[in-house]
Every structure is written in C-alpha cells, then in structure tokens.
C-alpha cells in the first residue's frame, strides 16, 4: 500500500464548516490529515464570507502558501467554502497557484476535483447540485472520537436578511431526511460521541422530520448512549411551541438557546428584514423561560447598521439589558456585495466602533453576572479533556459554561455532578459533587 499523503485543512468561520472540514476530510480517502501546512501535500482552506474581514484572510493566508509551492510544485492548494462559492473565478485569477475550488454544496466531488488537480487542470465546482451531496459521501468511518460532535442536519437560508451573505453562498433551505440523521448519530454514538449539536444556518426551520426539528430531537433522545442535545442556529420567526416544550420536557435537550435578535430597534429590525418586532422577540424569551426556566440564552448583534441612529443603538442596549445574556456576540456592520443592505448609506465608522465598545462592555458584564451566579450551584459536566495542570479535567456544564476540576479521576466522556467553587474569566472551577 503507498504511503497516504498529507493533507492540512483550516477552518474558518461557523460550526457548519467544522463539520464540512471533517467530512471533506473522510472525502479525500488517499490522504491523511496534518496539523501544519509545511509537510502537507495539499492544503484546504474552509473559508468564511460573513464579514469582508473573514473574507479578505483567505488572500492574506494563500499569500503566505506561495513559498510553499514554489518550493515544492506538487503541493496542491485548495478553497472551500462560502469565499469558495461567492467567488471562486475570482481566486482563481486573483491567486494562480490555487489550484482546487469546491463550494459547500458540492465537496462531495472533491475526489474527482483532487485527481483533477493531480493531472494539472484547474479544477472548480461552485455547482448546487440537485443530488444530496450526503448521499453521494461515504458512511463515516468508525474510528473514536472525542464525546463531543457536531451534526449537520439543514442548510442554506430563506430568510434573507438585508445584511447577509449566507442566502447567496448556501442557497435555499435544505433539511437532510431524519433517517439519514438518525444512522449518522447512532454511528456517531459508537465511535464515543455523548453529545451532539444539530446544526443549520436555520435549524429550527428544520423539515425532515414530520414533527419538525423538536420531533428529530424526541428521536434522537430515544438513543442510548447519546446524553445531550443542542442545536443552533435558531431564528426567532421559527421557534414553535413544540420546540418550545420540548425545552422543558427532554430531559437531553440542554439548556442553552442560541437565538440572534440583531438589534433592539423595530426601525432597524425592519430595515435588515427580520420579520419580528423586539417586543415579539422578548415575548417570545418570556415563553421559552417559562418553558425551561434555568435557560442560558445566547445571541448575535450587529452595530452600525445603515441608518441606525443613537436612539436605535440605544434600543439594542435596552433590549440586552432585558434579556441577560449569558453569551453573546456582537459584531460591526461590514458591507457585503451583492446584499440589499450594500446600496445603504453607512453609519459613520468612529460612530459605529463606539456602539460596538459600548455593546461589548454590557454584554460582558452580564457574561460575567450569568457566570458568578453558578458559584454554589451544582451543575452536570461532560469531561472532555484534560486541564493544564496534573490530574486537572475539563469539559463542559450543561449551560455550555467551561467548567475545570483538580484531582477528578473520571474518564473522558463521562458526565458527572460538580459543584462550582469559583468563576474566573472564561471558566468556572469546580469539586465532584
Ligand atoms: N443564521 C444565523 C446567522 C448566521 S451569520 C442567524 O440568522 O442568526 C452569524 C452572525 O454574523 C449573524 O447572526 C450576524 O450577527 C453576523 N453577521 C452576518 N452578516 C453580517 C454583516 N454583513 N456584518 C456584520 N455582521 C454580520
Ligand atoms: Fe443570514 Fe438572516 Fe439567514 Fe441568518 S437568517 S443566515 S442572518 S439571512
Ligand atoms: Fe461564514 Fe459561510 Fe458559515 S459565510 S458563517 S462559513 S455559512
């Protein structure tokens, strides 16, 4: 048997393309993954388009590969991903030495791409194909694996939002069929997987289940060996009440809810086409907590909006304030080509760095407050992986908090109670309970 060839992926961007890495990973069967580009045969970036930040990295990085090839011209590059898709020709002329694109619809071909690439063609799919790229990929090997994974079950966004990119890099909504799901997460459960996250870009407009996404969840539960459940991204407008109940009814649906809201100015709302009004969006918190009162709730912002006045920032704040956020990301408006929102006249940069420190300071305190609130409580962690320091575990709380405890003799993949002793930054310390 030949020696495999090395392969180097880096990901950019959501969860979505962690997923897609690893699968684009178990696509390319000659090739064995590395942890550095410098001994790699071929090198993936899975890159991201939200922000022109996240966009403008992939030249940047492909800058720093042209050494690289010129050192060694058998070194294959590729893009994946959503730049892959918004503007594959471009790289290709902008970057001659990239040699591979795949869009996220179609990696399924990316072994007929590589041997492409291997004879020396260009070689570029940004196709949406009508056949299921999931059915075309292989069944994923069974190797173990770390007790946590995530799960693609929808893609693509109908939603349209005037700022966003996503509707145009992954086209329409697509649910994959429950029973598809189904085999994966059980393959998944014996390879040592605890927990699972149900990913889409819209999950909770999942459809491939009769009962929709809280249906996949109820089947899902009736796994053994699978212990928790979460999904995200959710949108507001697709929260029904089933989904909601199952909040407080699944036992192995956690409770954490990652719900983005963007503003908290029903001007500002109706100008990024979301579709709800602030007070339908608290209301619809009121609901959920009702539901599963201990909820860790989690959101997206974006400051500087076109348009978006003092009074309109202001709304936001209030609306944070309200809420509580246990987590929440906030991010400056960034133009997109090819979106509603880029014709719009934009909110002075100064202007918009200040909403966004302002935003930042808030939503931190409340981080912080969520966090200290823990302390004396006792919550159910999933030990992952080792601490930094001898004998050290960590993993995670059921709020997604990072939890670490001294001295714990569990193996990883267990889930046990622990009492939380402390809150620092970004973790909290605990005792075995
Ligand atoms: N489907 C998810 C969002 C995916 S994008 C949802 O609807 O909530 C992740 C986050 O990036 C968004 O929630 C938004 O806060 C941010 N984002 C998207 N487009 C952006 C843009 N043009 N400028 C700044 N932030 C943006
Ligand atoms: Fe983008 Fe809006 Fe769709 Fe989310 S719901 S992916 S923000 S268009
Ligand atoms: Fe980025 Fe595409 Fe995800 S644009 S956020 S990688 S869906």
Not at 93 to 105: N, T, W
Request: aromatic share 6%; with cysteine; hydrophobic share 35%.
């Amino acid at each position: 048997m030949s020696t495999p060839k090395k392969l180097y992926i880096k990901t950019y961007g959501c969860q979505m393309n962690v997923y897609d890495s690893e699968r684009m990973a178990e696509a390319l069967s000659g090739y064995e993954q590395t942890q550095s580009p410098d001994d790699a045969d071929m090198i993936l970036l899975n890159t991201c388009h939200i922000r022109e930040k996240a966009a403008e990295k992939v030249y940047s990085e492909l800058g720093r590969f042209k050494g690289l090839k010129t050192a060694k011209p058998d070194l294959k590059i590729g893009v994946a991903g959503c730049v892959a898709q918004a503007e594959g020709p471009e790289i290709m002329r902008r970057q001659p030495m990239v040699d591979l694109v795949v869009g996220p619809q179609s990696y399924h071909r990316l072994p007929e791409l590589e041997a492409k690439a291997q004879a020396g063609e260009k070689a570029l799919d940004t196709d949406f194909p009508e056949e299921d790229k999931f059915e075309h990929l292989k069944r994923r090997p069974k190797a173990t694996r770390g007790p946590t994974a995530f799960l693609t079950v929808q893609e693509g966004c109908d939603k349209f939002c005037a700022f966003c990119v996503v509707p145009y890099t992954r086209g329409a909504e697509v649910s994959r069929p429950a029973q598809q799901i189904m085999t994966e997460a059980r393959d998944l459960v014996e390879r040592g997987v605890r927990e699972v996250t149900l990913l889409g870009q819209n999950v909770n407009a999942y459809h491939g289940h009769d009962a929709g996404l809280s249906g996949l969840i109820w089947d899902l539960a009736k796994i053994d060996g699978l212990e928790r459940i979460r999904f995200t991204t959710s949108h507001p407008r697709d929260m029904d009440d089933a989904l909601i109940a199952a909040h407080g009814e699944c036992d192995k649906l956690m409770p954490y809810l990652h719900l983005p809201v963007q503003a908290g100015s029903d001007k500002i709302l109706k100008r990024m086409n979301r579709g709800h009004t602030a007070e339908e969006y608290l209301r619809l918190i009121e609901r959920i907590r009702a539901a599963r009162p201990d909820i860790l709730m989690s959101g997206d912002f974006i400051v500087g909006f076109p348009e978006e006045t003092e009074a309109d920032f202001q709304d936001t704040l209030d609306l944070v304030e309200e809420v509580k956020y246990g987590y929440a990301y906030s991010f400056k408006y960034s133009t997109r080509p090819g979106t509603p929102a880029a014709e719009r006249a934009l909110v002075d940069p100064a202007e918009a760095d200040d909403r966004l420190q302002r935003l930042q300071a808030l939503i931190t305190k409340h981080q912080r407050q969520v966090q200290d609130d823990m302390v004396g409580k006792t919550v159910n962690v999933l030990f992952e992986k080792p601490g930094r320091l001898e004998g050290q575990m960590g993993g995670k709380s059921e709020y997604l908090h990072a939890v670490h405890v001294d001295d714990a003799p569990v193996a990883r993949g267990t889930i046990a109670p622990v009492k939380i002793v402390a809150s620092s930054t970004n973790s909290l310390a605990g005792r075995l309970a």
